[in-house]
C-alpha cells in the first residue's frame, strides 16, 4: 500500500457526535486529486498497536489543497474513533494512503440518485461535488435521526438546493423506498450509505422492482468485529499467529510481521482474500465481497473483517 | 540527458535501425528457455539509469520518427482514436499524467508550467508549444487524449471499471499487434481478450482482472508481452492487414535476420486519480534477428523459446508461415549451451 | 485451436423468461419465429405487472402470428410490418418508462442488437436484456478495413456491402456495433479463396 505522511491542519466538532478533520501533506507536496465517493485508510499507533481505518474523502475532488474525513465516535470503538476524537489535535501526524474507490459514481447513469442514512453522508460529500461539476442529473436523499445528527445539512441544502430532500425521523419522517424507487427514469443509477439495515432494505427493494444489480451501488465499511481467539498457521511463512479477541486476524497477521496485501479494511474491496488450506472449526465470514457461494465453500476468507471459530485455521501465506 | 533522435520510417522502405546502445537497452523478455502465457505483473517502479523502465513512459532515439509515423496512421485512419463520452475526464487524467512524467522526466525535451487551470507545454523535440485551460474541452483542436497521444511513444488505452469489470472505452491505438481498437472499443475485459487461446481456462485473466480492479493510485504496475513482425512496422492493424499480411511470405532463410522483428510490448498500468479508470499504456520495441544475435545468450534463449512454443500460441500470434525458418536461421547461433536465468544481453 | 474453446466476446443466448423481479415488462419480436417466442412466454404466464408486446410482422417467413397473438394477448399488443416501425415505437416507450422494466427480444441477430443499442441509449446494458436467438442464424458482419456493417451473412467468408473484400467472419463479436469481425481472407495470399460453405442459415 501506498501511504504518505500527514498533519492535522484543522478539528470541527460537526455534531455532539461527529467531528471532521482536516489533512495537509506533511512534506507540503500538493494532495492528489481523486474522484468522488473515494476513501483513505488512516494508520493510528494506539498504545503500540497499529491501527487502520478507512473514512470517506469529503470535499472538493479536483484540486484540494486539504483533505477533510468525518468520524462519527462509536460507542463500542476498537480505539479508532475514540482515538481520533479524544487524542488527536491540530499539529498531530497521522499517515493515510493513497485515496481508493470502492463507491464510485457511474459516469453512464442518465440519472444518479443518493441515498444516505447518518454519517453514510460522507462519501456522497465528494460525489456530490463531481455531480454539480459535470452538469449531471442528481437527487440526494439524507435521513438521519434527529436534528443532532444533522451533520452538513446547511452546506448540502446550499450546494444542492432543490435536488436534496432531508428526512429527519425523530420528526417522523422516513424514506418511502419503494415509492422512491418505483418512480425513476430508465438508466437511474442508485447509491446508498448508511445503516446496515437501511442498505439492505435498499438493496433489496430495488431488486423486487426490478432494477439490475449494475444500478444499485452501496458501501459499507465493516469495523472489524471481535470474537474468540484462535490460532493461525501461515503455510507458506511457516509460522503460527495467535489472533485475540479483540484484533482482526489481519492486524494479528500484520503485528507477527507478515506482510499480507490488503486495501479497504473494510471487508469491501477483496484485496485481502486468503486462500484457506485447512481448518478444524468453521470460518466466520464477516465481509461484503465474497459472493454467499463461495463463503459457503469455505476455501477463501478477508482477514481484514473475518474469522474463524476453531482451534487453529491455516491459510496459504 | 540529451538523446540523438533518428530519422527513420517503419513503412515503405523501412529504414528503422537500432543503435548498439538502443540494442543494449532492450526489454527481452524470456529469462527461461520455455515461454508460457502468465500475468507475471510487477510494480512499475523506478529502474536502473538508461533501462526503459527508468521512468514512467520511456522516451528513446526513436522518438520523433515514431510520432511522424502515428500522424501518418492518423491521417489516413481517424478511428485509430476512439473515445466513448463518458471518458471525457478521464482523457483530462491521461494529458496530466503523461505531461508532468514527460517533463519531470525529461526536463530538456519537455516542459509544463501551471498557473491555476492556465497550462504552458512545451514539447521541443516536436516543435509544439500550447497555453491551454485544463479541463477545457474547447482547450485543443482535438481530444485530450489525441493531443497528448500523438506526442508519447506507444498506443494508450483507458478502462473504464464499473459492473465489476474494466471496460476499454477509450484509446489511441497506432502501433498495434493485430488487434482493432475501432471494433473493440466499449467492450468488457473478458470479450476484448476473447480472441486468446488458452488463456481463459487457466483462469490467468480472471485473476489479472481481479488484480486490476484493485490497482491503487500512485502504485502503477508493468509486464512484457512479446509478439513477431515482418519488417520494422508499426502499424499492424487488422484494418491495413492487406497492406502487411502478404510480408509473412516473404521471408527467406537468407533474410530472416534482417527481416524477422521480435516484438516487445511493455505494458504498464496505472490508476487515474479523478476518473478513477486505469491507464493501460503499451509501449512497443522492435529488434531484428541481426540485431538480437548481436547478444550470444538472447539468440540462444530466443531459439529455445520458439522451437518449443505451444501450437496455439504459433497460430495465435501469426507465426506460422515463419517460425520454422527463424528457428533454423537461430539453431546455427545455438550451441546448445546452458544458458543463466535472467534477461540480460 | 482446441475443442472446448470458446471466444468469450461471442454472445450466448437464452430463451425468453418471464422475470419474476420487475415494476413493468415490453416483449419485442421479430417475424413469424419472434411471433412463436412470445406466445411460448405467454405459455408460462401472464405477468401482473403493465406489459406492452411490440411484434414487428415481418420479415414473415412461414407464418403470421398476430391474430393467435392478439387473442393472447388483447390489450398489450402493438403490430407494425417493419423492425424499423417497432423500434420507433420502442424508443417512445423507453423515454417515459421507469426503472424496473424488463426487456425481452426474440429475433434474428440484427434485429437483437438492434434493441440492445436502443436500450444503451437509455441506460440499460445489453446484459439485462433477456435474448433469444431465433429465425436465423445470419450475422451481421463489420468490415474492419471499410468498417462498413453487411448483413445477412449465412456463409463462413462473405462479400462485403462497403468494399467488396472477400471477408472471413469471425466469432469475435461487438455489442456497440452488433456485428462479428469481418476480416479480408485473402491478405496474405491474394486470390485464394477458401470454399465458401453455409454455416448459418
Not at chain 1, 448540502?156 to 436534496?164: A, G, H, P, V, W
Not at chain 1, 469455505?298 to 491459510?315: N, Q, T, Y
Amino acid at each position: 500500500m501506498s501511504t504518505f505522511k500527514v498533519v492535522v491542519s484543522n478539528i470541527q466538532q460537526i455534531t455532539p457526535l461527529i467531528k471532521q478533520f482536516s489533512f495537509i501533506r506533511e512534506d507540503g507536496a500538493s494532495l492528489p486529486p481523486f474522484s468522488g465517493g473515494s476513501h483513505v485508510v488512516v494508520a493510528m499507533n494506539i498504545n503500540g498497536r497499529l491501527h487502520r481505518n478507512p473514512y470517506s474523502l469529503m470535499g472538493s475532488p479536483q484540486a484540494p489543497d486539504t483533505y477533510h474525513i468525518a468520524v462519527r465516535l462509536q460507542e463500542h470503538s476498537r480505539g479508532g474513533s475514540a482515538y481520533l476524537h479524544h487524542e488527536v489535535k491540530v499539529g498531530s501526524q497521522l499517515e493515510i494512503t493513497y485515496p481508493n474507490n470502492l463507491f464510485a459514481l457511474d459516469k453512464r447513469a442518465r440519472k444518479h440518485l443518493l441515498v444516505a442514512g447518518g454519517i453514510g453522508i460522507t462519501p456522497f460529500m465528494s460525489q456530490i461535488e463531481d455531480l454539480i461539476r459535470t452538469k449531471a442529473n442528481y437527487e440526494l436523499h439524507y435521513a438521519y435521526r434527529s436534528q443532532d445528527h444533522a451533520a452538513f445539512t446547511s452546506t448540502l441544502k446550499e450546494k444542492c438546493d432543490e435536488r436534496i430532500r432531508v428526512y429527519v425521523e425523530s420528526e417522523g419522517l422516513s424514506i418511502d423506498l419503494k415509492a422512491l424507487l418505483s418512480k425513476q427514469p430508465l438508466g437511474t443509477h442508485v447509491y446508498v450509505c448508511g445503516p446496515n439495515a437501511m442498505v439492505v432494505a435498499l438493496i433489496e427493494t430495488a431488486r423486487s422492482l426490478g432494477w439490475p444489480e449494475n444500478h444499485i451501488h452501496s458501501e459499507q465499511f465493516l469495523a472489524p468485529p471481535s470474537g474468540e481467539p484462535f490460532k493461525v498457521k501461515l503455510a507458506k511463512s511457516n509460522i503460527e499467529v495467535h489472533v485475540p479477541a479483540e484484533m482482526s486476524m489481519l492486524e494479528a497477521i500484520e503485528a507477527a510481521g507478515v506482510d499480507a496485501p490488503y486495501s479497504c479494511r473494510g471487508g469491501a474491496c477483496g484485496r485481502c482474500e486468503l486462500e484457506v488450506i485447512r481448518t478444524d472449526g468453521v470460518l466466520v465470514h464477516q465481509d461484503h465481497y465474497l459472493s454467499e457461494a463461495d463463503k459457503a465453500a469455505g476455501k477463501k476468507i478477508m482477514p481484514c473483517v473475518s474469522r474463524a471459530k476453531c482451534h487453529s485455521l491455516e491459510i496459504n501465506l | 540527458m540529451s538523446l540523438a533522435f533518428k530519422k527513420e520510417t517503419f513503412r515503405d522502405d523501412y529504414t528503422y535501425q537500432n543503435s548498439a546502445e538502443a540494442i543494449r537497452r532492450f526489454p527481452f523478455p524470456f529469462a527461461e528457455d520455455t515461454y508460457m502465457y502468465s500475468v507475471n505483473i510487477e510494480p512499475h517502479t523506478k529502474g536502473p539509469v538508461g533501462a526503459v523502465t527508468e521512468f514512467a513512459f520511456d522516451i528513446d532515439e526513436h522518438y520523433v520518427a515514431e510520432c511522424e509515423d502515428k500522424a501518418k496512421t492518423l491521417a489516413l485512419d481517424a478511428g485509430r482514436y476512439q473515445a466513448l463520452p463518458h471518458m471525457a475526464e478521464a482523457q483530462w487524467d491521461f494529458l496530466e499524467l503523461t505531461m508532468e512524467s514527460l517533463s519531470n522526466d525529461y526536463p530538456d525535451l519537455f516542459s509544463l508550467k501551471k498557473d491555476g487551470l492556465l497550462w504552458t507545454w512545451e514539447n521541443k523535440p516536436l516543435g509544439i508549444k500550447n497555453t491551454f485551460t485544463f479541463g477545457d474541452s474547447t482547450s485543443f483542436d482535438m481530444d485530450p487524449m489525441e493531443y497528448m497521444g500523438r506526442q508519447v511513444q506507444g498506443d494508450f488505452v483507458l478502462l473504464d471499471q464499473r459492473n465489476g469489470t474494466l471496460y476499454a472505452d477509450a484509446g489511441f491505438i497506432t502501433s498495434q499487434a493485430d488487434w482493432s481498437l475501432a471494433f473493440d472499443v466499449g467492450m468488457a475485459w473478458h470479450e476484448w481478450h476473447g480472441p486468446v487461446p488458452q488463456v481463459t481456462k487457466l483462469g490467468v485473466m480472471d485473476r489479472a482482472l481481479k488484480f486490476l480492479m484493485a490497482l491503487q493510485l500512485g502504485a502503477p504496475v508493468r509486464r512484457l508481452n512479446w509478439t513477431m513482425t515482418i519488417n520494422p512496422r508499426l502499424d499492424t492493424s487488422p484494418e491495413n492487414y492487406p497492406l502487411w499480411g502478404g510480408d509473412r511470405n516473404k521471408v527467406t532463410i537468407d533474410n530472416v535476420g534482417e527481416l524477422v522483428h521480435l516484438r516487445v510490448e511493455l505494458q504498464s498500468l496505472f490508476r487515474l486519480p479523478r476518473s478513477n479508470a486505469i491507464l493501460f499504456s503499451i509501449r512497443c520495441y522492435l529488434i531484428n534477428m541481426n540485431e538480437l544475435s548481436t547478444s550470444a545468450r538472447w539468440a540462444k534463449r530466443f531459439h529455445r523459446v520458439l522451437k518449443s512454443l505451444h501450437p496455439d500460441l504459433v497460430e495465435y500470434k501469426g507465426l506460422t508461415k515463419f517460425k520454422d525458418l527463424t528457428v533454423q536461421w537461430l539453431s546455427k547461433k545455438d550451441d546448445g549451451a546452458e544458458v543463466a536465468l535472467g534477461t540480460h544481453p | 485451436m482446441e475443442r472446448g474453446y470458446w471466444i468469450r466476446s461471442k454472445p450466448v443466448y437464452s430463451t425468453l423468461v418471464w422475470q419474476q423481479q420487475a415494476n413493468a415488462h415490453i416483449v419485442l419480436v421479430e417475424g413469424s419465429a419472434g411471433g412463436l417466442a412470445a406466445m411460448k412466454l405467454f405459455q408460462q404466464m401472464h405477468p401482473e405487472h403493465p406489459t406492452k408486446v411490440l411484434y414487428a410482422r415481418n420479415p414473415v417467413v412461414q407464418q403470421d402470428l398476430s391474430i393467435p397473438l392478439s387473442k393472447v394477448v388483447p390489450d398489450a399488443l402493438l403490430m407494425f410490418e417493419t423492425t424499423e416501425e417497432s423500434l420507433v415505437a420502442f424508443e417512445a416507450h423507453l423515454s417515459s418508462a421507469c426503472m424496473g422494466l424488463r426487456i425481452y427480444v426474440a429475433g434474428s441477430e440484427r434485429f437483437i442488437w438492434q434493441v440492445a443499442q436502443m436500450a444503451d441509449k437509455y441506460g440499460i446494458d445489453d446484459s439485462d436484456i433477456i435474448k433469444e436467438l431465433v429465425g436465423t442464424l445470419a450475422r451481421p458482419i463489420y468490415c474492419v478495413h471499410c468498417k462498413t456493417i453487411s448483413y445477412e451473412a449465412h456463409t463462413n467468408i462473405k462479400k462485403c456491402d462497403g468494399c467488396g473484400k472477400q471477408l472471413f467472419v469471425r466469432d469475435h463479436f461487438s455489442r456497440r456495433l452488433g456485428a462479428y469481425m469481418g476480416l479480408m481472407v485473402d491478405a496474405e495470399d491474394p486470390g485464394q479463396i477458401p470454399s465458401i460453405e453455409e454455416i448459418y442459415p
